[in-house]
C-alpha cells in the first residue's frame, strides 16, 4: 500500500503563484479604481508578502485565515463601500485558504504520488485554463441579473447599486414586463410557438433518429449530413432560404410558418441526442418482441420508448430552447403578428433602449438554467439506464 506522502513546499515556490494569482484579482480591483497597473503591482505584492509572513511567522492557519479575510474586507469597505467589503471578504478568505494550500503541499493531497512536477503543473494549469473560459463565459451572465434590478432606467451600476443601498434596487422592471401589452404579447407567441415546433422536433427527429440507427438503410450518413444541415450552415443563409421558400407555398408571415422554421431548426438536436442514446440500445429486445407477436408500433412505445425517453426528452429541452431564443429566422419568416420575445427584446435594442430588457433576459437565463439542470439530469439517468454509470 503506497502512502502520499505531503511535504511542506518552501517559501521561494509559493510567493510566486500567491503573486500571480493575486496580480489577477488585483487587475480587477485597479481597473474599478481606474489604475490597473497599480492594482496589478498591489495585488501581487501584498499577496506576496502575506505568503512570506504567514509560512515563516505566522503559522496558525485558522487565525490568519480570519485576519486576512477581515482585514482585506475592512480595505475594500474603505474604497469601494458595502459591495468593496463583500469583494474584499470573498478575497481574504480564498488567499488566507490559498497560501497554507500551496504552503502544506495540499494540493498533492489527490494526486498520484508518482506524479512529476510537470504533471502537476499540467493538471492545475487545465484547471485553471477550464475555470477562465468559465468566468469569461459567465460574467455577461453575472452583470445583467443585477442589473434588472436597478431602480433607474440605465443600464449601468449606480452608486446606490454599489453601495448596497435598498433604494437603489427595485422591481419596476419586471412589473414594467408583466402589464406591458407588447411584451406580454409577444412573450404568448413565444410561449403558442416554442411548445408547437419542439412538438414537430421531436417526433420527426426521434423517427429519423431510428430509421438512420437501422444499418441496412442505405446512404445513412449523407442523409444524417443533410439532416444536421441546420445547425452547421450559418443562421442567416437559412433563414433568407426559408423566406424565399416560405413565399413560395405562402407561409411567410403566418403562425405556421414561423412553427416549421422552428421545428427545421430543432430537429438536429433531437436527431443526436436520440441517436447518441440507441448507442447502448439492445437490439435483441425489439427482435425478441417480435418473435412474442408485437407489431412494429407496439414494440416501439413499449420496448424501445421507454428505453430511449431520456434522449427523446433531453433532445426536446434542446428543441425548446431553440425556438424560445431564436430571433433571426422568425425576423424573416415572420410578421408582426408573430413577434416573439426575443425579437420585442431585439426591437427595444434598436427602436428604444428599455431597460425591461435586462429583467426579460434574467427570466430567459432562469428558464435556461432550469431546462438544461433537466437535460443533466435525464442524461445522467440514461447512462444509469444503459449501465454506463453506476446506479
Known amino acids: 500500500m503506497t502512502i502520499n506522502v505531503i511535504e511542506p513546499k518552501p517559501v521561494s515556490f509559493v510567493a510566486p503563484v500567491v503573486a500571480a494569482a493575486g496580480a489577477f484579482c488585483g487587475l480587477f480591483v485597479g481597473t474599478a479604481q481606474g489604475n490597473s497597473l497599480m492594482g496589478i503591482l498591489g495585488g501581487a505584492a501584498i499577496t506576496a508578502i502575506l505568503a512570506f509572513v504567514f509560512l515563516t511567522v505566522f503559522r496558525q492557519e485558522k487565525a490568519a485565515r480570519w485576519l486576512t479575510t477581515l482585514a482585506t474586507g475592512a480595505a ?13 471578504l470573498a478575497f481574504g478568505w480564498f488567499f488566507g485558504w490559498f497560501i497554507f494550500w500551496l504552503g502544506e503541499g495540499r494540493y498533492r493531497a489527490k494526486l498520484p504520488p508518482y506524479s512529476t512536477s510537470a504533471q502537476v503543473f499540467y493538471h492545475f494549469l487545465f484547471r485553471v485554463i477550464c475555470g ?17 434590478f436597478n431602480a433607474e432606467n440605465f443600464f449601468t451600476f449606480t452608486p446606490e447599486m454599489l453601495r448596497l443601498d435598498p433604494e437603489g434596487y427595485s422591481l419596476k422592471h419586471y412589473r414594467d414586463f408583466f ?5 406580454q404579447q409577444a412573450m404568448w407567441n413565444s410561449i403558442s410557438i416554442a411548445p408547437i415546433a419542439t412538438l414537430l422536433s421531436v ?44 413565399s413560395r407555398l405562402g ?36 427482435r425478441a418482441a417480435a418473435n412474442m407477436g408485437a407489431d412494429p408500433v407496439t414494440t416501439f412505445f413499449r420496448v424501445q420508448m ?86
Open 76 to 88: 475594500g469597505f474603505a474604497f469601494g463601500g458595502p459591495m468593496g467589503g463583500v469583494i474584499g
Open 132 to 148: 477562465l473560459i468559465f468566468f469569461f463565459l459567465i460574467t455577461p451572465i453575472v452583470v445583467v441579473m443585477p442589473l434588472s
Open 179 to 183: 402589464t406591458n401589452d407588447d411584451w
Open 203 to 246: 417526433s420527426f427527429g426521434t423517427l429519423a433518429a431510428i430509421g438512420l440507427s437501422s444499418e441496412h438503410v442505405p446512404f445513412r450518413r449523407p442523409i444524417m449530413a443533410i439532416l444536421i444541415s441546420p445547425m452547421i450552415v450559418p443562421l442567416i443563409i437559412s433563414a433568407a432560404g426559408m423566406y424565399f421558400f416560405y
Open 251 to 286: 407561409l411567410q408571415g403566418t403562425f405556421w410558418g414561423v412553427v416549421l422554421a422552428h421545428a427545421a431548426l430543432g430537429i438536429p438536436f433531437v436527431i443526436i441526442t436520440v441517436t447518441a442514446t440507441l448507442v447502448g440500445f439492445d437490439r435483441s429486445l425489439t
Open 306 to 391: 421507454p428505453l430511449i425517453l431520456p434522449g427523446v426528452i433531453s433532445g426536446g429541452l434542446f428543441a425548446f430552447i431553440t425556438s424560445f431564443d431564436e430571433v433571426v429566422v422568425v425576423l424573416f419568416v415572420g410578421s408582426a403578428g408573430q413577434k416573439t420575445l426575443p425579437w420585442q427584446m431585439f426591437t427595444g435594442l434598436r427602436e428604444q433602449i428599455s431597460p425591461t430588457i435586462l429583467a426579460v433576459a434574467t427570466i430567459l437565463v432562469a428558464i435556461s438554467i432550469c431546462l438544461l439542470t433537466t437535460v443533466e439530469l435525464l442524461r445522467r439517468r440514461s447512462e444509469r439506464l444503459r449501465g454506463m454509470s453506476p446506479g
